[in-house]
Every structure is written in C-alpha cells, then in structure tokens.
C-alpha cells in the first residue's frame, strides 16, 4: 500500500511541472535564406560559384582568362547579367555593391582582337605564314674627339640605307666650322651650320674639325692693349708673339692687319677729362710723298685757332716731353674745331683745301705697297674714325719707337706686317704733321706743328709746306 501512495506522489509533482513550465513559452529561431550566386565565363577559365545571405553583396572574382586561338585573342570585360542564359548581355556591367536578393547568374563579357596574319596565310589559311625578314638597319655615329663644337644627327640609330640624315653642327663662341665629314662616298650637302646626307648601306661616323674663327689670338671685344696688332676683323694680338710665327702663318695674317695699339690711358685726354681711358692705333699706312696742312687759300691759312693748339710744357726738351695741362691733346675732332671757328667762311668739307687731314680722314681708301686693295673694306667698323694726330699724339707714337719699356719698336712691327717706318733710314728729315697750331707772338704768324722723328724735336712749319702724314684711329 505504501508502495502505491509513493507512486501517486511522484505522478502529481511531475505533472505540477508541467503546468508550471506553461508560464514561460520557448522563442521560436529563423533560419538566414542564402542565395547562390553563379559565373559563367563564357569559354574562360572556370569561376567558383558564391553563396550569399540575403540582402548581402558578392565578392567580385579574380578576372577569368580565356585562350587565345590562332586567328583572334580575348580581353575580360567584366561580369554582366542577362535575361536569355547569355545570349544577350545587359547594357551594363553588374554592380558588385548591390544587394543579392534571388539567385542569379552572371555572364563574362569578352572582346575579341584579331590577330595580324600575313597576306600568304589569308590567301592559303592552311599554308603557315613565312616569317618576315628583319629589316637591315644602320647607325650614325658622331666622332668622340670633337673640339671646340658639337655635331648632331636627326637620328643615330635603326637607320634604314636611303634615309635622310640632317647633321645640325653648333661651334662654340669665337669657333667656326672648317670642315665636316660622313666618311668616304658619303656626300655632305647644305652649307652653314646644317648638313644632310643620304644614308648608305652601311654605318656612318661623322668627324669634323673646329678653328678659332679670328685672324688674331684676342677676338674683337677683348680690350686691345700697347704692342697689339689690330686685324681688318676687330680681333688682335700682341706683336711679340706675333713674331714667333712661322712665316707661312705671319705671310697670312699680316695681309689683315691695319693698325698698330701705341697707347692707352687718360693722359691724351683734352680739358679736365682724367678718367676717360683712350686705346689708340696708328695706321700702316702712311703719306711719304708729303701732303699741305692747308693751301695757302684755305680760310684756316694763317688764322690762330686756339682750340687747336697744343704745347708742351715748358722746360720739356727733345726727345722727352710732357703734357699736363689742359691743352688739346685729343685730336679726333680737329677738323670740326676749325669749321666751327670759321663758321660761315668754312671750307673744311672741300678736300683739297687740308689735304693731311683728309688723308687720315679717309685712311680706310689706302692701299699697303704691292697691294691692290685695301686692307679696311668700305662696310667695315673701321673705315671711318681715322684723324690726323695731335702733337701729343704724334709725340707718343715717337714714344712707342725708341722705348720699348714704354711699348715697342713700332717701325720694327709696321714693316714687318708691310706698313710703313717712320724714319726707314738713319739720316735725312722724317717730319710728320700735326693737327695742331702754333702761334708765334713775336711775328704775330700761326704754323702747323710737326714733329721731326729724326732729330726726336717738336717743330713749326708754315701750313703749305709739305711733310708726311700719317692716321691714327680710337679702339676698344
């Protein structure tokens, strides 16, 4: 009997925890829908298909690749839906950034390109293509060891035998082309700084040689200095290195010379002017046959014209003097002055009538000894700017002949480059005119002042008489 309550018991609890449970109903769980996206490469290499949860993004694939076949090779696109299994494509790629939200395919779009086949294989498409034969090219090379400029060609490589060439050649300041080359059987055209040749069959190596383009060894705008010879081109070069020349190269180059430097510095300056540096060079030239200072019927005979008048110091003496003050010691524009002191009565612009000055005015129209034509061409910087010297001028340039420290042996340099000497001989007068005047208060009579290379001495001459002449000209 016992035995019997025991089990009712048991039943009634289990039963209570039944209803008791009751209170608290069990949360039912969803499953996540996930849909499958697939790739079909269209013949490309195969693309794993994607499971995706609704709602969520596919990744996008690595890019598939597809084999190219004799006639044509392919290039992805990208992926493409379509609603007819791929025989149509969509306008548009698909957006790896939508939402999946069914099951769908996607497509690989594919652009095919042609392969380049030769002629033979489109006619004959089973006959293999002959392999074309590589072109025969040459190269043009430019000699390493070139001075003093550079050559350059239109194109130094893969040059087929017949191509135009173009050489642009390109000296260096002061330098000039003289002569370029492309190798024998290789002709040059054009001239000046352009060349062209037509290419052979075989390399080519252009060599080309560069020379200083002056006559002397300072070109033009160097600053000329005492002892230089002045070329008909601007450039100079000191005499003294001039002699060291072997005699082809001085015969050559004395025909361009034209002018001897005998001085620079303020010293000849007229006035107060101290600080103008003046570089003068005497002419080659010179008047041995002797010329008039003026004739006689010269409105500039015989008149006292002190702003051409030019003396020594007192106490100077032959062979060595000396100008200090502020005398008219430049003489580049002497035959002005006296225009402007006659005023109406001038004369001047008549030739004959100052037959010295006009020598040295037009010194560009002389001609050396033996010689046909001069050396100064009628467009040239120097034909014009030659005057008659003053006293102190002409003085210097006796300075320049018998005291070498001073300068050089200028009649030593002037005949060597086929000038003129001013005293070619150990006797007998060698006087030179001046520009300048000299006025004699005692006898109340005007001279031209000369001065005597023999006897080393300043010296006056009435105006008609006649004495040599030479021309002297400013330089940088």
Same mark, same amino acid.
């Given at each position: 009997?016992?035995?019997?309550?025991?089990?009712?018991? =048991?039943? !009634?609890? /289990?039963?209570?925890?039944?209803?008791?449970?009751?209170?608290?109903?069990?949360?039912?769980?969803?499953?996540?829908?996930?849909?499958?996206?697939?790739?079909?490469?269209?013949?490309?290499?195969?693309?794993?298909?994607?499971?995706?949860?609704?709602?969520?993004?596919?990744?996008?694939?690595?890019?598939?690749?597809?084999?190219?076949?004799?006639?044509?090779?392919?290039?992805?696109?990208?992926?493409?839906?379509?609603?007819?299994?791929?025989?149509?494509?969509?306008?548009?790629?698909?957006?790896?950034?939508?939402?999946?939200?069914?099951?769908?395919?996607?497509?690989?779009?594919?652009?095919?390109?042609?392969?380049?086949?030769?002629?033979?294989?489109?006619?004959?498409?089973?006959?293999?293509?002959?392999?074309?034969?590589? /072109?025969?090219?040459?190269?043009?090379?430019?000699?390493?060891?070139?001075?003093?400029?550079?050559?350059?060609?239109?194109?130094?490589?893969?040059?087929?035998?017949?191509?135009?060439?173009?050489?642009?050649?390109?000296?260096?300041?002061?330098?000039?082309?003289?002569?370029?080359?492309?190798?024998?059987?290789?002709? !040059?055209?054009?001239?000046?700084?352009?060349?062209?040749?037509?290419?052979?069959?075989?390399?080519?190596?252009?060599? =080309?040689?560069?020379?200083?383009?002056?006559?002397?060894?300072?070109?033009?705008?160097?600053?000329?200095?005492?002892?230089?010879?002045?070329?008909?081109?601007?450039?100079?070069?000191?005499?003294?290195?001039?002699?060291?020349?072997?005699?082809?190269?001085?015969?050559?180059?004395?025909?361009? /010379?034209?002018?001897?430097?005998?001085?620079?510095?303020?010293?000849?300056?007229?006035?107060?002017?101290?600080?103008?540096?003046?570089?003068?060079?005497?002419?080659?030239?010179?008047?041995?046959?002797?010329?008039?200072?003026?004739?006689?019927?010269?409105? /500039?005979?015989?008149?006292?014209?002190?702003?051409?008048?030019?003396?020594?110091?007192?106490?100077?003496?032959?062979?060595?003097?000396?100008?200090?003050?502020?005398?008219?010691?430049?003489?580049?524009?002497?035959?002005?002055?006296?225009?402007?002191?006659?005023?109406?009565?001038?004369?001047?612009?008549?030739? =004959?009538?100052?037959?010295?000055?006009?020598?040295?005015?037009?010194?560009?129209?002389?001609?050396?000894?033996?010689?046909?034509?001069?050396?100064?061409?009628?467009?040239?910087?120097? =034909?014009?700017?030659?005057?008659?010297?003053?006293?102190?001028?002409? *003085?210097?340039? *006796?300075?320049?002949?018998?005291?070498?420290?001073?300068?050089?042996?200028?009649?030593?340099?002037?005949?060597?480059?086929?000038?003129?000497?001013?005293?070619?001989?150990?006797?007998?007068?060698?006087?030179?005119?001046?520009?300048?005047?000299?006025?004699?208060?005692?006898?109340?009579?005007?001279?031209?002042?000369?001065?005597?290379?023999?006897?080393?001495?300043?010296?006056?001459?009435?105006?008609?008489?006649?004495?040599?002449?030479?021309?002297?000209?400013?330089?940088?």
């Amino acid at each position: 009997m016992k035995k019997i309550n025991f089990l009712v018991l =048991a039943a !009634l609890t /289990a039963l209570s925890l039944v209803f008791t449970g009751c209170d608290n109903p069990v949360e039912e769980v969803t499953e996540p829908t996930y849909y499958t996206v697939t790739f079909n490469s269209n013949g490309g290499s195969d693309v794993e298909a994607q499971k995706v949860e609704s709602g969520s993004k596919a990744t996008k694939p690595t890019d598939p690749t597809k084999t190219a076949t004799d006639k044509e090779s392919y290039a992805f696109e990208g992926w493409y839906t379509s609603e007819d299994e791929g025989t149509t494509l969509s306008d548009t790629a698909f957006d790896f950034e939508s939402a999946i939200t069914a099951d769908i395919t996607l497509y690989a779009k594919w652009k095919a390109t042609e392969k380049a086949t030769t002629e033979a294989a489109e006619e004959n498409p089973e006959t293999p293509a002959t392999p074309e034969t590589p /072109a025969v090219t040459y190269s043009v090379t430019i000699a390493e060891n070139i001075e003093n400029g550079t050559v350059t060609a239109s194109k130094t490589s893969s040059v087929a035998a017949g191509e135009t060439i173009t050489l642009t050649v390109t000296p260096e300041t002061d330098y000039e082309l003289d002569s370029i080359s492309a190798g024998s059987g290789v002709t !040059l055209n054009g001239t000046g700084n352009t060349r062209t040749f037509t290419m052979p069959e075989s390399n080519v190596t252009v060599t =080309a040689i560069f020379s200083w383009k002056w006559v002397g060894t300072k070109n033009p705008t160097t600053a000329k200095a005492v002892g230089d010879i002045v070329f008909n081109d601007g450039s100079s070069m000191l005499y003294a290195d001039f002699t060291n020349l072997d005699n082809t190269t001085k015969n050559t180059k004395k025909t361009s /010379a034209i002018a001897l430097i005998f001085y620079k510095g303020t010293g000849l300056n007229s006035g107060s002017d101290t600080e103008t540096v003046r570089t003068l060079g005497v002419g080659l030239k010179h008047n041995r046959n002797g010329l008039k200072w003026c004739i006689n019927t010269a409105k /500039a005979y015989n008149l006292n014209i002190e702003t051409i008048q030019c003396e020594p110091d007192v106490g100077g003496y032959t062979g060595n003097y000396n100008w200090t003050g502020t005398q008219n010691k430049n003489g580049s524009n002497n035959l002005e002055k006296i225009a402007t002191f006659l005023d109406t009565n001038n004369d001047t612009s008549t030739e =004959a009538n100052y037959p010295a000055f006009y020598f040295a005015k037009n010194y560009a129209n002389q001609k050396m000894v033996k010689e046909t034509e001069s050396r100064i061409a009628a467009d040239s910087t120097y =034909a014009s700017g030659w005057y008659l010297p003053s006293l102190a001028e002409l *003085f210097q340039i *006796f300075v320049c002949r018998t005291d070498t420290e001073n300068g050089f042996d200028i009649d030593t340099a002037s005949s060597a480059l086929g000038g003129d000497k001013f005293r070619p001989l150990d006797f007998g007068s060698n006087e030179y005119w001046s520009s300048s005047v000299y006025y004699d208060s005692e006898t109340e009579k005007i001279y031209a002042r000369y001065f005597d290379f023999a006897n080393q001495a300043c010296q006056v001459e009435d105006q008609k008489e006649y004495n040599y002449v030479c021309a002297i000209r400013e330089f940088n």
